[in-house]
């Protein structure tokens, strides 16, 4: 297994492989034909067209057939040993490719009518559809002047708000700095109930620190400190995606804050650090050097192209390894209960209908929450959902199950691991009612100190009242 | 978020229970060929043969029959922490053809599946372009479109089998897969719409959810043939498959598909954003790790019998069927063997032949009701071979987590019941 030498090598590596890897440049090289054809229909249309168009835009259309042919030449010289492999795939390719030629050519003719009558559309137009008859894999210089004068100019506030990228040269990090401390203070408030208080992961959530010299062994446990080529990755995945269920929720400071507390916890900077948009690039990680630009193409798809053994094959097959001795794949049971629960259907119908006088009682009950605020409950639940689950089949995940949640002992749910202070509550038997409720989602670290909810509590009145709502629809079950 | 590809819970009821079950229940199906008292499926009037169906609009969009609620997309609870960045299954020994129905394509979310309003979704391209542009839906409406059906496989795909046999069902070991026909714009035509710098080397597709998914694709490919996809099997995509609208880029990685596609950025450099580096890189046995796998390998499985499908007919002439695909190109052919390599057969290839598209195959034999070991070896057009596990594993050994395209063996017993094997 070859290993490239360094970092720009890979990436020129991975611009040119690309082509040489897919089917693009064989099919590419067999529709040359075509693209010339089609640059030449172009040329026509819009010599057509020139009576009615400014010259500015003719001028842009010209160059788009130049740049055709010029293109062939770049493109025969890199597909003549794979163009006899590539035929049977184009071939399959060319009939549906016909038909939407034939209705593209149909479509531009009818534009092109209009265009000599009412000598409104733009030359532009007709490139366009011309391009689209070519079916073609282009190159950059084919795409100039190619427009269907669609959409509109992206404002700068648009894109600012939208491009927050990062690059391993630091490239989008904006202004800001943040130090361990901050950072551990943050962490612990937003990521250490899933990432555990050391970046060890709870559950199965992923682990952040550690891993050293697990690369080569059996299980090895892929963090910042151990896998992870680019400090950019880290912030721009906190950044974009973290805290899980409050995306882009932290300041930029904040992220810088994390990262370095993330650096921190893999031994790779002193308590005293500070990272910021000026010292971002001064830092690397350990293991920036252990990868590798794809190289399946030199070692192993030589390897398995070859013609294949068909008979006597082998004198004795042995049974190595069994998954019913592993027994880890899921049961049916779920689909089974559904089933089960389907089929006795008609049954319950019935047996509700003979109960009509309690049925008649929990219908009052229900009628008695605000549908609309239940249905604003719902969406505002979507805030708590990453760790709390409620309707049929609610399990607990990082935070307990809801159902039933109001009238039920606060740390009620047997088998959850709560905090000390829920512990307590539960031994005090206090119990969850709609105001206990509304002043712990208001403020969770207020009402409830030392609770492990990572969550800055619900900022208005009508959003407690709907989520309460929303919650008392979930029976215990 | 994270994967665990180690087994840990076993389950309460052995697998040989659930595939006996499975079989008795087929069994009073089965007509035996000896039969001397009449079949009350014929001598007895059935009830939809008495009573009146139910009108037009019983359902205005029309589910499957309630006899098929089996067929199901299926999660495997120990894989991931929670069931919202998590992964499905697609039921692949339920199906038949090549065309994957819309609502059992297998599901693959970071942070959940975002419900967007097509109304307020909007698709922006900026970066190294002449110009910075954004458009809503009724925009992207009015580009040319085209129509191909491409295989969407998970990189992940069979990846918990890398250190042995683990999951006993070809749901659980390949159903990280669909295949459907997309309608979407050739990307160029947006790309070209914006006008691209001649320093413009990759693309950076970005979704709208919560994970604001982003990964980076080299401009070649960006150029060659990704859609812009917004329907999918003619009708509007799944919110699970990212309506209403997501990148397709054919033959590669599906983590590249970003859905719920809301901002393509035009760059001169990759990114290395967590899902090109701490994610879809394959660690190889040396501690190294290959980066930029985008291309998926030919690979098949047969589906049918397989452990969730067992042969309950007993000997006489069987149905064996499978599907088969790649990255590179077409699948002009698949092998068979019964006797774990031995000997092997070619398959019968049946349906339409596309391009970075599923194939099914058929191989039709007489069972003598003894134990098979069964196995499918896909040849793709470029006259690649799929490799077995050993092969495989010789070149990246166990850790590699993606790219497993290992030939898959499913052992028969006399009984028709089949489980996840590997042989010598």
Same mark, same amino acid.
């Given at each position: 297994?070859?290993?490239?030498?360094?970092?720009?090598?890979?990436?020129?590596?991975?611009?040119?492989?690309?082509?040489?890897?897919?089917?693009?440049?064989?099919?590419?090289?067999?529709?040359?034909?075509?693209?010339?054809?089609?640059?030449?229909?172009?040329?026509?249309?819009?010599?057509?067209?020139?009576?009615?168009?400014?010259?500015?835009?003719?001028?842009?259309?010209?160059?788009?057939?130049?740049?055709?042919?010029?293109?062939?030449?770049?493109?025969?010289?890199?597909?003549?040993?794979?163009?006899?492999?590539?035929?049977?795939?184009?071939?399959?390719?060319?009939?549906?490719?016909?038909?939407?030629?034939?209705?593209?050519?149909?479509?531009?003719?009818?534009?092109?009518?209009?265009?000599?009558?009412?000598?409104?559309?733009?030359?532009?137009?007709?490139?366009?559809?011309?391009?689209?008859?070519?079916?073609?894999?282009?190159?950059?210089?084919?795409?100039?002047?190619?427009?269907?004068?669609?959409?509109?100019?992206?404002?700068?506030?648009?894109?600012?708000?939208?491009?927050?990228?990062?690059?391993?040269?630091?490239?989008?990090?904006?202004?800001?700095?943040?130090?361990?401390?901050?950072?551990?203070?943050?962490?612990?408030?937003?990521?250490?109930?899933?990432?555990?208080?050391?970046?060890?992961?709870?559950?199965?959530?992923?682990?952040?620190?550690?891993?050293?010299?697990?690369?080569?062994?059996?299980?090895?446990?892929?963090?910042?400190?151990?896998?992870?080529?680019?400090?950019?990755?880290?912030?721009?995945?906190?950044?974009?995606?973290?805290?899980?269920?409050?995306?882009?929720?932290?300041?930029?400071?904040?992220?810088?804050?994390?990262?370095?507390?993330?650096?921190?916890?893999?031994?790779?900077?002193?308590?005293?650090?500070?990272?910021?948009?000026?010292?971002?690039?001064?830092?690397?990680?350990?293991?920036?050097?252990?990868?590798?630009?794809?190289?399946?193409?030199?070692?192993?798809?030589?390897?398995?192209?070859?013609?294949?053994?068909?008979?006597?094959?082998?004198?004795?097959?042995?049974?190595?390894?069994?998954?019913?001795?592993?027994?880890?794949?899921?049961?049916?049971?779920?689909?089974?209960?559904?089933?089960?629960?389907?089929?006795?259907?008609?049954?319950?119908?019935?047996?509700?209908?003979?109960?009509?006088?309690?049925?008649?009682?929990?219908?009052?009950?229900?009628?008695?929450?605000?549908?609309?605020?239940?249905?604003?409950?719902?969406?505002?639940?979507?805030?708590?959902?990453?760790?709390?689950?409620?309707?049929?089949?609610?399990?607990?995940?990082?935070?307990?199950?809801?159902?039933?949640?109001?009238?039920?002992?606060?740390?009620?749910?047997?088998?959850?691991?709560?905090?000390?202070?829920?512990?307590?509550?539960?031994?005090?038997?206090?119990?969850?009612?709609?105001?206990?409720?509304?002043?712990?989602?208001?403020?969770?670290?207020?009402?409830?100190?030392?609770?492990?909810?990572?969550?800055?509590?619900?900022?208005?009145?009508?959003?407690?009242?709907?989520?309460?709502?929303?919650?008392?629809?979930?029976?215990?079950? | 978020?994270?994967?665990?590809?180690?087994?840990?819970?076993?389950?309460?009821?052995?697998?040989? $229970? %659930?595939?006996?079950? *499975? =079989? #008795?229940?087929?069994?009073?199906?089965?007509?035996?060929? @000896?039969?001397?008292?009449?079949?009350?499926?014929?001598?007895?009037?059935?009830?939809?043969?008495?009573?009146?169906?139910?009108?037009?609009?019983?359902?205005?969009?029309?589910?499957?029959?309630?006899?098929?609620?089996?067929?199901?997309?299926?999660?495997?609870?120990?894989?991931?922490?929670?069931?919202?960045?998590?992964?499905?299954?697609?039921?692949?020994?339920?199906?038949?053809?090549?065309?994957?129905?819309?609502?059992?394509?297998?599901?693959?979310?970071?942070?959940?599946?975002?419900?967007?309003?097509?109304?307020?979704?909007?698709?922006?391209?900026?970066?190294?372009?002449?110009?910075?542009?954004?458009?809503?839906?009724?925009?992207?409406?009015?580009?040319?479109?085209?129509?191909?059906?491409?295989?969407?496989?998970?990189?992940?795909? $069979? %990846?918990?089998?890398? *250190? =042995? #046999?683990?999951?006993?069902?070809?749901?659980?070991?390949? @159903?990280?897969?669909?295949?459907?026909?997309?309608?979407?714009?050739?990307?160029?035509?947006?790309?070209?719409?914006?006008?691209?710098?001649?320093?413009?080397?990759?693309?950076?597709?970005?979704?709208?959810?919560?994970?604001?998914?982003?990964?980076?694709?080299?401009?070649?490919?960006?150029?060659?043939?990704?859609?812009?996809?917004?329907?999918?099997?003619?009708?509007?995509?799944?919110?699970?498959?990212?309506?209403?609208?997501?990148?397709?880029?054919?033959?590669?990685?599906?983590?590249?598909?970003?859905?719920?596609?809301?901002?393509?950025?035009?760059?001169?450099?990759?990114?290395?954003?967590?899902?090109?580096?701490?994610?879809?890189?394959?660690?190889?046995?040396?501690?190294?790790?290959?980066?930029?796998?985008?291309?998926?390998?030919?690979?098949?499985?047969?589906?049918?019998?397989?452990?969730?499908?067992?042969?309950?007919?007993?000997? @006489?002439?069987?149905?064996?069927?499978?599907?088969?695909?790649?990255?590179?190109?077409?699948?002009?052919?698949?092998?068979?063997?019964?006797?774990?390599?031995?000997?092997?057969?070619?398959?019968?290839?049946?349906?339409?032949?596309?391009?970075?598209?599923?194939?099914?195959?058929?191989?039709?034999?007489?069972?003598?009701?003894?134990?098979?070991?069964?196995?499918?070896?896909?040849?793709?057009?470029?006259?690649?071979?799929?490799?077995?596990?050993?092969?495989?594993?010789?070149?990246?050994?166990?850790?590699?987590?993606?790219?497993?395209?290992?030939?898959?063996?499913?052992?028969?017993?006399?009984?028709?019941?089949?489980?996840?094997?590997?042989?010598?």
């Amino acid at each position: 297994m070859s290993k490239f030498p360094n970092q720009l090598a890979l990436v020129a590596v991975a611009a040119t492989s690309v082509i040489a890897l897919s089917v693009g440049l064989s099919e590419r090289a067999a529709h040359t034909a075509e693209v010339a054809a089609a640059a030449a229909q172009a040329e026509a249309d819009t010599m057509a067209a020139q009576a009615t168009a400014p010259d500015a835009e003719t001028t842009e259309t010209e160059e788009v057939a130049d740049a055709a042919p010029a293109e062939t030449e770049a493109v025969d010289e890199g597909t003549e040993d794979t163009v006899a492999e590539a035929t049977a795939p184009a071939e399959a390719e060319a009939p549906a490719d016909a038909a939407a030629t034939e209705t593209v050519t149909a479509k531009a003719s009818a534009e092109a009518g209009d265009t000599f009558e009412g000598g409104t559309s733009s030359p532009a137009l007709f490139v366009g559809a011309a391009w689209a008859q070519s079916h073609e894999s282009p190159m950059i210089g084919e795409l100039d002047g190619i427009s269907f004068d669609l959409g509109r100019e992206a404002l700068d506030e648009e894109v600012a708000a939208w491009d927050i990228d990062i690059r391993p040269d630091g490239a989008g990090l904006p202004a800001g700095s943040g130090d361990v401390w901050t950072g551990e203070e943050v962490y612990i408030d937003n990521c250490a109930q899933c990432h555990g208080d050391f970046g060890e992961g709870r559950a199965r959530w992923p682990v952040l620190s550690g891993g050293w010299d697990t690369l080569e062994r059996e299980d090895p446990v892929k963090t910042p400190g151990s896998y992870w080529p680019y400090l950019s990755t880290v912030w721009d995945y906190v950044h974009r995606a973290m805290p899980y269920g409050q995306a882009q929720s932290l300041t930029d400071d904040e992220v810088y804050a994390v990262t370095a507390y993330i650096l921190y916890l893999n031994n790779l900077v002193e308590d005293d650090f500070e990272l910021s948009q000026d010292t971002f690039t001064e830092v690397s990680l350990p293991n920036e050097d252990g990868f590798f630009m794809d190289d399946r193409a030199e070692g192993e798809i030589p390897a398995f192209s070859e013609e294949p053994c068909m008979e006597d094959c082998k004198d004795s097959v042995e049974i190595t390894m069994r998954a019913s001795v592993l027994d880890v794949t899921p049961e049916d049971e779920e689909a089974e209960a559904t089933e089960a629960a389907a089929e006795t259907t008609s049954e319950t119908e019935t047996q509700e209908a003979a109960a009509e006088t309690s049925e008649t009682e929990s219908t009052e009950e229900v009628a008695a929450v605000d549908p609309a605020l239940v249905e604003e409950g719902e969406g505002v639940f979507r805030k708590c959902q990453a760790c709390h689950q409620v309707g049929d089949g609610a399990r607990n995940g990082v935070g307990p199950h809801l159902n039933g949640v109001l009238g039920r002992a606060i740390g009620g749910i047997e088998g959850f691991r709560y905090s000390g202070v829920f512990e307590e509550a539960n031994a005090a038997g206090e119990v969850w009612t709609p105001k206990r409720l509304g002043e712990y989602l208001a403020d969770p670290r207020g009402a409830m100190p030392g609770t492990n909810m990572s969550f800055a509590g619900l900022r208005s009145e009508d959003e407690i009242a709907a989520i309460t709502a929303y919650l008392s629809t979930f029976e215990a079950q | 978020m994270d994967m665990k590809f180690k087994g840990k819970k076993p389950s309460r009821r052995s697998f040989l $229970t %659930g595939a006996a079950a *499975a =079989g #008795a229940g087929s069994v009073a199906a089965t007509v035996a060929k @000896g039969q001397t008292a009449p079949d009350p499926a014929i001598t007895e009037l059935q009830d939809w043969q008495v009573y009146l169906g139910d009108g037009v609009d019983a359902a205005p969009y029309g589910m499957p029959s309630k006899h098929e609620r089996h067929v199901v997309r299926r999660t495997v609870d120990w894989l991931t922490a929670d069931n919202i960045s998590s992964i499905n299954f697609t039921p692949l020994h339920e199906l038949d053809g090549i065309i994957t129905p819309n609502g059992v394509c297998f599901e693959r979310h970071h942070s959940g599946a975002a419900e967007i309003d097509p109304a307020e979704h909007r698709l922006m391209i900026n970066g190294l372009v002449d110009r910075e542009l954004v458009f809503t839906m009724d925009d992207l409406m009015r580009f040319p479109r085209e129509n191909h059906v491409y295989f969407l496989e998970c990189a992940a795909n $069979t %990846g918990m089998e890398w *250190a =042995g #046999a683990q999951l006993n069902g070809c749901q659980f070991t390949h @159903g990280m897969i669909h295949n459907v026909m997309y309608t979407g714009i050739p990307l160029k035509l947006l790309l070209a719409e914006a006008g691209i710098k001649t320093n413009a080397k990759w693309v950076l597709p970005e979704g709208a959810d919560a994970a604001a998914m982003t990964r980076s694709i080299p401009m070649e490919k960006a150029l060659d043939d990704c859609l812009v996809a917004f329907k999918m099997n003619g009708e509007a995509l799944r919110a699970e498959q990212g309506y209403p609208v997501r990148l397709v880029v054919p033959g590669w990685e599906g983590n590249m598909w970003v859905k719920w596609l809301r901002r393509i950025e035009v760059g001169d450099k990759p990114w290395h954003h967590r899902e090109e580096t701490s994610k879809y890189t394959d660690l190889l046995e040396n501690g190294e790790a290959r980066r930029f796998t985008w291309e998926m390998d030919a690979k098949s499985v047969i589906t049918n019998p397989s452990p969730q499908a067992p042969l309950t007919h007993g000997p @006489g002439y069987t149905v064996l069927t499978g599907v088969a695909w790649s990255g590179r190109g077409t699948i002009p052919r698949v092998d068979v063997t019964l006797d774990g390599g031995k000997s092997w057969h070619q398959a019968r290839m049946s349906g339409p032949s596309m391009n970075k598209s599923m194939h099914r195959f058929y191989f039709e034999f007489d069972w003598d009701g003894k134990p098979l070991l069964l196995q499918s070896r896909a040849h793709d057009s470029t006259g690649y071979v799929q490799p077995t596990k050993h092969q495989l594993r010789d070149w990246r050994g166990e850790n590699s987590i993606y790219h497993n395209n290992g030939i898959q063996t499913w052992y028969v017993n006399e009984n028709g019941e089949a489980e996840n094997v590997e042989i010598s």
